[in-house]
């Protein structure tokens, strides 16, 4: 029934992944795209280009094209897409110029963005581009039994966004997403420094205190992690160390809002589905839930079992690709 060329892509505000049935996950790139802003020109994609935020001279700019989870930049998404899906047509060694695309799309999305991100995928040469729910893609990919008449919850913690939603027979019965995600966590930590080091540091930097000290637990066993940027009253760059609970401190406020999603999705369950969650508990996912401390903070305040998803980077993108073969059940066709 599936042509060789069906690809499944995760079009994330942080990361893309493409899958392809044969080969798995055949690109795993970050979205960013640098370019020249005299010519307009696009001189590099995904992690060549991530390389470059905050290290170019003025001309050249590194620019994230989807922002909270939709299509911030239609030009610049399209460039990436096209520049990425030649690196799979290498990667795989056949032609995947009239491919046929699944590519997800978050829960939150307006009619319009929707349509931005397929006429962006159909501008890439795609044959035909099917939208699928995010949750249900991520649900999917994380090993959920999403065709059962049983409730399975999904958390998925992006760089711009955090779906929750409740699948059960292969739809989302509800859902709530927020416009706050690991993205919002390093901002969080920029403005922490700024505020009590008159630091200024960049997101890179933000974003590997993050991943390395950063934790949900207020109690935890205290880290500390050295950091540079620049004095905002000398100009000079400066040696600060920071520890992990001036971390905690910073982002407790935003993992607040992304758990009370958690708490409002629970709370809209129906109630003959609510013993199925007491009993399969939640599962997360999405590059947000590797936190240090995360899922124990949650588990402790929802008291329902709290899982990672095997693959919590990954998994939407296996299941979008995955989601081929429950074609019928699953999709929501453009
Ligand atoms: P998207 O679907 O929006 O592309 P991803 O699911 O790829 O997002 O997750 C990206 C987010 O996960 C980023 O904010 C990144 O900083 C965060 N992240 C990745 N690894 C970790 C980690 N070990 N600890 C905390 N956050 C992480
Ligand atoms: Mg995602």
């Known amino acids: 029934m599936f042509s060789p060329t069906d690809i499944g892509i995760d079009l994330g505000t942080a990361n893309i992944l493409v899958y392809t049935k044969n080969k798995g996950i055949v690109i795993n790139e970050p979205s960013v795209v640098a370019v020249d802003i005299e010519t307009k020109k696009v001189l590099a994609v995904g992690t060549e280009a991530k390389n470059m935020i905050g290290k170019t001279p003025s001309n050249i700019q590194a620019v994230r094209p989807l922002k909270n989870g939709v299509i911030a930049d239609f ?55 099917i939208l699928i729910e995010e949750p249900v893609a991520a649900a999917i990919g994380a090993d959920l039994s999403v065709s059962e008449p049983v409730a399975n919850v999904i958390v998925d913690i992006g760089g711009g966004t955090t779906e929750v939603a409740i699948i059960s027979f292969g739809g989302i019965v509800t859902s709530q997403s927020i416009r706050i995600g690991g993205d919002k966590l390093d901002d969080d930590i920029i403005q922490y420094v700024r505020k009590h080091y008159n630091l200024l540091i960049g997101e890179r930097t933000a974003e590997e205190v993050k991943k390395q000290i950063g934790n949900a637990l ?117």
């Open 75 to 129: 030009d610049m998404t399209t460039e990436m897409l096209k520049l990425l899906m030649k690196k799979v047509s290498k990667k795989i060694g056949i032609s995947v110029r009239k491919p046929r695309v699944v590519v997800c799309t978050p829960s939150g999305a307006t009619a319009v963005e929707r349509r931005a991100i397929h006429d962006a995928v159909k501008s890439c040469g795609a044959k035909q581009v």
């Open 218 to 334: 207020a109690d935890h066993e205290e880290q500390t992690m050295e950091i540079r940027g620049r004095n905002l009253v000398t100009g000079l760059p400066k040696t600060i160390t920071l520890t992990s609970t001036e971390i905690h401190t910073a982002i407790k406020e935003s993992l607040q809002d992304i758990l009370n999603i958690v708490k409002e999705t629970l709370e809209h369950c129906p109630p003959e589905l609510s013993g199925d969650i007491v009993e399969r508990g939640v599962v997360l996912t999405g590059g947000g839930s590797l936190l240090n401390g995360l899922q124990e903070w949650i588990s402790q305040e929802i008291d329902v079992p709290v899982h990672m998803a095997p693959n919590p980077l990954e998994s939407v993108a296996i299941g979008t690709g995955r989601s081929l073969h429950v074609m019928k059940k699953l999709m929501q066709l453009a």
